[in-house]
């Protein structure tokens, strides 16, 4: 027998966004409204264009992804949480669209997975799947996501961190403080995005500068990182405050790195489900997993990445995404799936997570109150 209407949890799915990860949030929400039940979700679309317009329909993914023609409705998400709700502009007045019990993030990269729209999430009062402010914007910034761990004795590869100012005004200076680093190759990286985009295996001075010319296009923050002949191992890791690891993963670049091209056009790399590791590796990634996932307050998922050294043994914490890529073949759901949890049943639980987050965001006293 089919739920009522009333019966059903109200889930609005947002994607897109102003990020080079834009073209990666259409093909993961794609995969997302693909399983969540009819039977026990009443879903709404929430479209983010290239330029930041926030716009609802039944096709908006559809739309977006340029897959179908149609007129779109511009909404808006008020940071008020007594209005509560996706409205849109009628008539010069705001109207309320619809409710929702749950927000559900697929957003990759820039204003997406760095902390902007969980502050609106926060200020709005909603519950949504992800990690908070902290969380993400931790996660999201290489730099700082570095001192952190360093702060939390968790090993990670050495680097240089240079403004796009930097790069633009000094830019010979810039290439000395990097070799003063280590010896070639580095990898370059744009320090706020995700999904190899504007990331450079450089090998030589003339690769260096192009690199840090291309990082610098896409964020004002450029990571220099010793380059590393690793075996690239993932984890997946789900929960809040008793997060768990899934079994690891390795990736198997078909290219120099793990590029966006291998990950999201040719597909040519392959993945090792579970890693062919020793039985004390994986439990040391594991355990390293789920200490850097609560080390920067991560809440619902993350994807946390690991370089092991082929040459010295060496294990080092790479990154972690806080909302990773959510295809079905994406490695955060395979890992998952390999450690006995369906994708279907992960977006479940993903849900949940974010219910139980806000619930306990609800028990935080707001007020000061003097004893009398």
């Given at each position: 027998?089919s739920?009522?209407?009333?019966?059903?949890?109200k889930?609005?799915?947002?994607?897109?966004g102003?990020s080079?990860?834009?073209?990666?949030?259409?093909?993961?929400?794609?995969?997302?409204?693909?399983?969540?039940?009819?039977?026990?979700?009443?879903?709404?679309?929430?479209?983010i264009?290239?330029?930041?317009?926030?716009?609802?329909?039944?096709?908006?993914l559809?739309?977006?992804?340029?897959e179908?023609?149609?007129?779109?409705?511009p909404?808006?998400?008020?940071?008020?949480?007594?209005?509560?709700?996706?409205?849109?502009?009628?008539?010069?007045?705001f109207?309320?669209?619809?409710?929702?019990d749950?927000?559900?993030?697929?957003m990759?990269g820039?204003?997406?997975?760095?902390?902007t729209?969980q502050?609106?999430l926060?200020?709005?009062?909603?519950?949504?799947?992800?990690?908070?402010?902290?969380?993400?914007?931790?996660?999201?910034?290489?730099?700082?996501?570095?001192?952190?761990?360093?702060a939390?004795?968790?090993p990670?590869?050495?680097?240089?961190?240079?403004l796009?100012?930097?790069?633009?005004?000094?830019l010979?200076?810039?290439?000395?403080?990097?070799?003063?680093?280590?010896?070639?190759?580095?990898f370059?990286?744009?320090?706020?995005l995700?999904?190899?985009?504007?990331?450079?295996?450089?090998?030589?001075?003339?690769d260096?500068?192009?690199?840090?010319?291309e990082?610098a296009a896409?964020?004002?923050?450029?990571?220099?990182?010793?380059?590393?002949?690793?075996?690239?191992?993932?984890?997946?890791?789900?929960?809040?405050?008793?997060?768990?690891?899934?079994?690891?993963?390795?990736?198997?670049?078909?290219?120099?790195?793990?590029?966006?091209?291998?990950?999201?056009?040719?597909?040519?790399?392959?993945?090792?489900?579970?890693?062919?590791?020793?039985?004390e590796?994986?439990?040391k990634?594991?355990?390293?997993?789920?200490?850097?996932?609560?080390?920067?307050?991560?809440?619902?998922?993350?994807?946390?990445?690991?370089?092991?050294?082929?040459?010295?043994?060496?294990?080092?914490?790479?990154e972690?995404?806080?909302?990773?890529?959510?295809?079905?073949?994406?490695?955060?759901?395979?890992?998952?799936?390999?450690?006995?949890?369906?994708?279907?049943?992960?977006?479940?639980?993903?849900?949940?997570?974010?219910?139980?987050?806000?619930?306990?965001?609800?028990?935080?006293?707001?007020?000061?109150?003097?004893?009398?």
């Amino acid at each position: 027998m089919s739920k009522n209407a009333s019966d059903k949890l109200k889930i609005a799915v947002i994607f897109g966004g102003r990020s080079g990860e834009h073209e990666v949030s259409l093909m993961s929400a794609k995969s997302v409204l693909s399983v969540l039940d009819p039977e026990r979700y009443d879903v709404t679309q929430i479209g983010i264009t290239h330029e930041g317009a926030w716009v609802s329909g039944e096709n908006a993914l559809a739309v977006l992804s340029g897959e179908a023609d149609g007129e779109l409705t511009p909404v808006i998400l008020p940071g008020d949480p007594t209005l509560r709700g996706l409205y849109t502009l009628q008539d010069a007045r705001f109207a309320k669209l619809t409710d929702f019990d749950v927000l559900f993030p697929v957003m990759h990269g820039t204003y997406g997975e760095d902390g902007t729209l969980q502050g609106l999430l926060e200020m709005a009062d909603v519950a949504y799947v992800g990690a908070g402010v902290t969380g993400s914007a931790v996660g999201m910034d290489k730099g700082v996501f570095k001192d952190v761990m360093r702060a939390n004795g968790i090993p990670v590869v050495e680097a240089v961190l240079a403004l796009r100012s930097e790069i633009q005004a000094g830019l010979d200076d810039v290439v000395r403080r990097a070799e003063a680093v280590s010896d070639y190759p580095f990898f370059v990286k744009p320090a706020n995005l995700g999904s190899s985009v504007g990331v450079s295996k450089c090998n030589n001075r003339s690769d260096l500068i192009e690199g840090l010319m291309e990082a610098a296009a896409y964020d004002r923050r450029v990571l220099i990182e010793r380059g590393v002949n690793a075996r690239e191992i993932e984890v997946s890791v789900l929960g809040n405050d008793e997060p768990q690891a899934s079994v690891p993963g390795e990736v198997l670049p078909s290219r120099e790195f793990y590029s966006y091209e291998s990950k999201y056009v040719d597909g040519t790399s392959g993945l090792q489900i579970p890693a062919l590791l020793p039985d004390e590796m994986t439990e040391k990634i594991r355990t390293l997993a789920v200490k850097t996932y609560k080390a920067i307050d991560c809440a619902g998922m993350a994807r946390v990445d690991f370089l092991l050294d082929k040459d010295t043994g060496d294990l080092y914490l790479n990154e972690v995404n806080t909302l990773p890529g959510f295809t079905q073949i994406s490695m955060y759901p395979k890992l998952w799936e390999a450690s006995g949890l369906s994708y279907a049943q992960l977006v479940d639980r993903l849900v949940e997570l974010a219910l139980e987050r806000k619930a306990d965001r609800d028990r935080t006293e707001r007020r000061f109150r003097r004893d009398a």
